[in-house]
């Protein structure tokens, strides 16, 4: 079992910034892949906005094509936590966000989601 915790959603406004953070309650070395998802209201699904996954130091890092070139996924490991850069923020980017784990026997984690609105 993984328990996932995130922190960091939040009211910004378009072109504003925001991190999210997701601490995990078992060691990144231990999970093959985290990431953030997104559902949007009136979202049928959760769709893949960035992962890194655990193939080296540094890790090999994956991003949705809205959120390319403005979204930065990263991780600490002393710490357990993999966090979201998100700036110049618009309001298709409002969404529920979901930090997720994903096993090496390919068992999906999640977290409970954090809020993030963008609106002026």
């Known amino acids: 079992q993984v328990q996932l915790v995130e922190s960091g959603g939040g009211l910004v406004q378009p072109g504003g910034s925001l991190r999210l953070s997701c601490v995990s309650s078992?060691?990144?070395?231990?999970?093959?892949?985290v990431g953030w998802y997104r559902q949007s209201p009136g979202g049928k699904q959760r769709e893949l906005v960035a992962t890194i996954t655990n193939d080296g130091s540094d890790g090999t890092t994956n991003y949705a094509d809205s959120v390319k070139g403005r979204f930065t996924i990263s991780r600490d490991n002393a710490k357990r936590t993999v966090y979201l850069q998100m700036d110049n923020l618009s309001g298709e980017d409002t969404a529920v966000y979901y930090c997720n784990g994903r096993s090496y026997h390919d068992v999906n984690y999640w977290g409970q989601g954090t809020q993030v609105t963008v609106s002026s």
């Open positions: 078992r060691s990144f070395w231990t999970i093959y892949a």
